[in-house]
C-alpha cells in the first residue's frame, strides 16, 4: 500500500513536469512567432519605405534635371545679344537680302563691363564700330577691340556696366556625344534667341574652304549637330552646365547638321587680361605654320606625330632672331607639349611682350632648346 502511494506521488511529479515544460514550450514557440511576424512586418515596411524613397528621389531628380536645363537657357539667354554693322536696323530680315544688308549676327557676353564675344566676320576688324542689341531691345554703339582672321573671333566693347554675362567652359574637356545647345539670332532679331540642341559630333576639326577668292583653313573647330544658321554666327555653344564650350562659326551647306565651333579657351586667356587690367597686348613669335591635321592638305611628304611645322618666320621678328627657320618643328614651349597653332596661340596669349620663353623644337634629325623674347 505504501508502495503504490510513492508510485502514484511519482507519476502525479512526473505529470506537473511535463506540463510545466509544455506550457514553456508553448510560451516560447508564441514568443518566436510574434518576433517573427514582427521582423518581417518590419522588413516589409523598411522595404516599402525605400521603394518609395527611391522613386520619390528619381522622380525628384529627373524633374531637377528638366527645369534645371530649362533655368539655364533662360540664364544664358540674359547674356546672348545681337550684333549688326549698321545702326539702322529698320528693315525686315525676312526681305530677300535682309541679312546682307544688315549684318546680322550674334555675340555673347563675356564680362559684366561690357565686353562680347563674337566672330570676326560679324563685328569687322580691329577698331571698327558695329552695334550691339541687349535683350532689353537697348542698342549700344560697339568697338571691335581685337580680331584674329585665322579663328574668325572678335572682342566688342560697349560703355556699359552690371551687364550678365555667361560662364566660360572648358573647351579641352569636350567629348563626342556631349549635349550641347547653340543659341543665337538665326535669322535676325525677329527670331532673336533661338535654341537648337545636338550632340558633340567630334572635336579638333580642320576645315578648308574658299571665302572671298582666297584659301581658308580653320583648325581645331568643334563639331555639332546642333542646328546653326547664318545669324547664329557669334552666338554660343554651351554645355548641359550653361558654359560656353565654342563660338559657333560655320556651316557645311551642303551636308545637313554639320555645324563647327571655335573653342573657347583660345579666348580666356584675352578676356582674363582685358577685365584685369582693362587692355590686351598681344605678344607675338612672328611665324605662319602648320599642325598635323593641316600639314598634309600642303604637303603629303611630311608627316607630324605633334608639333607645328613652320612654313614661314616674320623678318627681323622674334623667330627669326632666336635662330628658328622654315622647316623647324615646334615640338614644346615652356615644357608644354604643342600638337596645333591654337595650342601655341592660347598659350602665348598668357604672356606679354618682352617675356622670355624656351622653345624645343626639331630641326632635320636633331631636338635643340633655344629661348625666344617675345615681341
Known amino acids: 500500500m505504501q508502495e503504490y502511494k510513492r508510485t502514484k506521488k511519482k507519476k502525479r511529479r512526473i505529470t506537473n513536469i511535463l506540463f510545466i515544460i509544455f506550457v514553456i514550450a508553448l510560451i516560447m514557440v508564441l514568443t518566436i512567432s510574434l518576433v517573427r511576424l514582427y ?4 522588413i516589409a515596411k523598411i522595404d516599402e519605405d525605400l521603394k518609395v524613397d527611391r522613386t520619390m528621389q528619381t522622380t525628384t531628380q529627373k524633374e531637377e534635371k528638366d527645369i534645371g536645363i530649362e533655368e539655364m537657357i533662360e540664364e544664358v539667354n540674359h547674356s546672348v545679344v ?8 529698320g528693315s525686315s530680315v525676312l526681305a530677300e537680302d535682309g541679312i546682307e544688308k544688315l549684318g546680322l549676327g550674334t555675340g555673347v557676353i563675356a564680362s559684366a563691363n561690357g565686353y562680347i564675344i563674337t566672330n570676326r566676320h560679324v563685328s569687322g576688324d580691329k577698331y571698327s564700330t558695329c552695334y550691339v542689341t541687349l535683350e532689353n531691345s ?24 552690371g551687364l550678365q554675362s555667361i560662364k566660360l567652359g ?31 559630333s567630334a572635336k579638333s576639326r580642320t576645315i578648308k574652304f574658299n571665302e572671298n577668292g582666297e584659301e581658308v583653313l580653320m583648325t581645331d573647330l568643334i563639331q ?15 554645355n548641359t552646365n550653361g558654359e560656353v564650350i565654342g563660338i559657333n562659326s560655320l556651316k557645311i551647306d551642303s551636308a545637313e547638321g554639320i555645324g563647327f565651333a571655335v573653342p573657347i579657351n583660345i579666348l580666356k586667356p584675352i578676356i582674363d587680361k582685358y577685365n584685369t ?24 611628304s611630311l608627316n607630324l606625330d605633334s608639333g607645328v611645322y613652320i612654313e614661314s618666320v616674320t623678318a627681323r621678328g622674334p623667330a627669326e632672331n632666336s635662330g628658328l627657320r622654315k622647316g623647324d618643328i615646334i615640338l614644346k614651349i615652356d615644357g608644354m607639349e604643342i600638337y596645333t597653332i591654337n595650342d601655341i596661340k592660347e598659350y602665348i596669349y598668357t604672356k606679354n611682350p618682352g617675356d622670355i620663353i624656351e622653345i624645343e623644337y626639331k630641326r632635320g634629325n636633331n631636338t635643340n632648346v633655344l629661348n625666344l623674347t617675345l615681341g
Do not use: C, H
Open 39 to 42: 521582423i518581417r512586418t518590419d
Open 82 to 89: 545681337g550684333i549688326s554693322k549698321l545702326q539702322n536696323m
Open 138 to 161: 537697348n542698342t549700344y554703339e560697339a568697338t571691335v577691340v581685337w580680331a584674329d582672321s585665322d579663328m574668325d573671333l572678335s572682342i566688342v566693347k560697349i560703355n556699359m556696366k
Open 170 to 200: 572648358n573647351s579641352d574637356n569636350v567629348q563626342a556625344g556631349q549635349t550641347v545647345y547653340a543659341v543665337g539670332n538665326p535669322l535676325g532679331y525677329e527670331f532673336e534667341r533661338t535654341v537648337t540642341a545636338g550632340i558633340i
Open 224 to 238: 555639332t549637330d546642333a542646328t546653326i544658321n547664318p545669324g547664329n554666327s557669334g552666338g554660343p555653344l554651351i
Open 277 to 300: 587690367t582693362g587692355e590686351f597686348k598681344e605678344a607675338i613669335i612672328g611665324i605662319s605654320g602648320y599642325d598635323k591635321d593641316i600639314i598634309s592638305y600642303i604637303d603629303k
